[in-house]
């Protein structure tokens, strides 16, 4: 299962929602949470807002998990390029406050000057990405910050909203940014290749640490693309 671009959220900061947890995972296939929000979150049952329930272990990609009142990720979740309350252990992962619009009133969208800005990973979103929650471009550059996720020509956002800079596009495999898929990406893979260093992130399309021959497959795949994947 993939959940993309969700929101999780009390109605209000003062009025908390009774439920189990933001996302309490029960799926018996493994799910991937990517460019979602949980804030303001509560659970009777003292559940955090992403909880495994003794299921295969989920991914949380490019997420925002802040302010839930009984905890932001349990244990055996892998977490990637996402902004944790109190931190968690995994590559792109930060713990700064995302500087929401107006949280108590459930406006989870971005600051300017949130950490979350330019801050997650274009290969969780690529193939999917055509538009955030409120149907606004997924990439735009904000040129104010300084980009700290992965990716080229621009970096998607943190969370569901995307901050609205100055669209790009963004195509999946597309390495050295330039708009098409090309043997030139192919190349720059194989530089890369056997490396799981944060320089080579943009090379790492399948998002398990490594650049390896599954990456190479994929980018084989999608060679000559010139043009992002349809939107959700």
Do not use: K
């Amino acid at each position: 299962m993939v959940a993309y671009r969700c929101s999780r959220t009390a109605p209000s900061r003062g009025t908390p929602r009774n439920i189990r947890a933001g996302w309490r995972l029960t799926e018996l296939s493994e799910t991937t949470i990517i460019g979602c929000t949980f804030s303001g979150n509560t659970s009777v049952l003292g559940y955090p807002a992403i909880a495994n329930h003794n299921r295969p272990c989920p991914t949380v990609i490019n997420c925002i998990v802040w302010g839930n009142s009984t905890g932001e990720v349990g244990p055996d979740v892998t977490v990637l390029f996402s902004n944790v309350q109190g931190g968690y252990p995994g590559v792109g992962n930060i713990d700064a406050d995302p500087l929401f619009v107006d949280p108590d009133n459930g406006d989870l969208r971005l600051q300017p000057g949130s950490p979350c800005i330019d801050a997650g990973n274009n290969n969780a979103v690529a193939a999917l990405a055509g538009t955030d929650l409120d149907g606004n471009p997924r990439f735009g550059d904000d040129p104010d910050t300084e980009a700290t996720g992965c990716g080229v020509p621009v970096v998607v956002d943190m969370g569901a909203y995307e901050f609205q800079g100055t669209p790009g596009t963004v195509v999946f495999a597309d390495i050295n940014g330039d708009g098409t898929v090309t043997i030139a990406d192919l190349f720059a893979l194989n530089q890369c290749m056997g490396s799981g260093d944060p320089g080579c992130c943009v090379a790492d399309l399948d998002l398990d640490g490594e650049v390896g021959v599954l990456d190479a497959m994929l980018l084989l795949t999608n060679l000559f693309q010139s043009s992002p994947a349809p939107g959700l």
